[in-house]
């Protein structure tokens, strides 16, 4: 059983950055794939980055990708999700989630049913 808490999130002003991070713990972080989702009011939880336990290799929402920045520190079993040039559509609960690294992830690390554990989820609130 993974257990994952998100913390970072709060008021930001649009135009500005803020960075997530995800607290991991109960397995070995450092052989879970890793993804952010976020979920705005009335709207379907979506994909917003990923990351494989080896190799480095990522993963990004098209619409999203130079915006956002998924990383990890695997001595600290912890994912980031560093965000700039936030918008008000960017507003939204944002969800850690791991999975463990199956050979076929690839395939759907960008659905809910990639990955086994997932956070409570920390809410970012872009203001005008």
């Known amino acids: 059983q993974v257990r994952l808490v998100e913390s970072g999130g709060g008021l930001v002003q649009a135009g500005g950055s803020t960075r997530l991070s995800c607290q991991a713990s109960?397995?070995?972080?450092?052989?879970?794939?890793v993804g952010w989702f976020r979920q705005a009011p009335g709207t379907a939880r979506e994909f917003v980055a990923a990351?494989?336990?080896?190799?480095?290799?990522?993963y990004y929402a098209p619409s999203l990708e130079g915006r956002f920045t998924i990383s990890r520190d695997n001595a600290k079993s912890t994912v980031f999700l560093q965000m700039s040039s936030l918008q008000f559509h960017d507003t939204a609960v944002y969800y850690c989630?791991?999975?463990?690294?199956?050979?076929?992830?690839?395939?759907?690390?960008?659905?809910?049913?990639?990955?086994?554990?997932w956070g409570q989820g920390t809410q970012v609130t872009v203001s005008s």
């Open positions: 990351l494989r336990s080896s190799g480095g290799r990522t």
């Open positions: 989630a791991a999975a463990p690294n199956r050979s076929d992830w690839s395939g759907y690390y960008y659905e809910q049913r990639g990955y086994d554990w």
């Open positions: 109960g397995s070995t972080f450092s052989r879970l794939n």
